[in-house]
């Protein structure tokens, strides 16, 4: 297996090379930029799978950095982890949400970093996987199907990319407006009421089923697809 590659986006040097050098222990080839300019050279240039992002950089916010890859089609495949510097960053950052991955607390430890890594690189990759299975739903990436129990389920073209994009995001809630960006387009001028409406028909076809308990409504918030929390 080769390599998995991280890029370091933090412009305390101190911080990026204890960063570096216990990722570069753990086995990871690690890459470092200590602005966004530079790691956006980095990012077209190199590949990484994944960047871990500070939140306050010089020449721009991490977050807006965030935002801009998670939006971009080119680094659909990137993950990223944000760094902040508190807990209250934290949840503010998480709650204007770029689309990060991860999010992380400084100080943290190196194992605590890597595991996280670890844990995001390994969703990655089963959404890269061909088939996807959970619970009760086999969903074919290639051939675009879907099957419930072995037996087909039909979807309409805008159903099976939100299922899509659910099973391939489990267990993470969904506000409707980041999944108008991540299913339906970035530049898509649709109502946020849309998603209830395809949602509605898309729990109505796994109802046969009952997988529809995996789309789960999480109130003032979003949606999830579970398996676990029904
Ligand atoms: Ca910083």
Redesign the pocket.
């Known amino acids: 297996m080769t390599a998995k590659k991280v890029l370091i986006v933090?412009?305390?040097q101190a911080i990026r090379e204890m960063t570096a050098f216990h990722l570069s222990r753990a086995g990871f080839d690690v890459l470092e930029a200590e602005d966004c300019r530079t790691a956006r050279g980095l990012l077209a240039d190199q590949r990484p799978d994944l960047a871990l992002i500070?939140w306050?950089?010089p020449d721009m916010s991490g977050l807006e950095l965030t935002r801009m890859l998670k939006r971009d089609k080119e680094y659909e495949d990137l993950s990223i982890i944000m760094l902040t510097a508190r807990a209250e960053e934290r949840d503010k950052v998480s709650g204007l949400d770029g689309g990060a991955d991860d999010y992380i607390t400084k100080p943290f430890s190196p194992r605590e970093l890597i595991a996280r890594i670890q844990a995001v690189l390994r969703r990655s990759n089963s959404a890269n996987e061909e088939l996807l299975i959970a619970g009760v739903l086999e969903l074919d990436v290639l051939g675009h199907r879907v099957s419930a129990s072995g037996v087909d389920v039909r979807l309409g073209p805008t159903e099976y990319r939100l299922l899509e994009f659910l099973m391939t995001h489990a267990e993470r809630v969904y506000s409707r407006a980041q999944l108008l960006d991540r299913v339906w387009g970035a530049n898509v001028y649709v109502e946020e009421r849309t998603v209830d409406v395809h949602v509605r028909r898309l729990r109505k076809a796994l109802s046969e089923a009952t997988a529809d308990k995996y789309i789960q409504t999480v109130r003032g918030t979003g949606y999830r697809f579970s398996t676990r929390h029904t």
């Open positions: 933090e412009d305390e500070d306050m950089l």
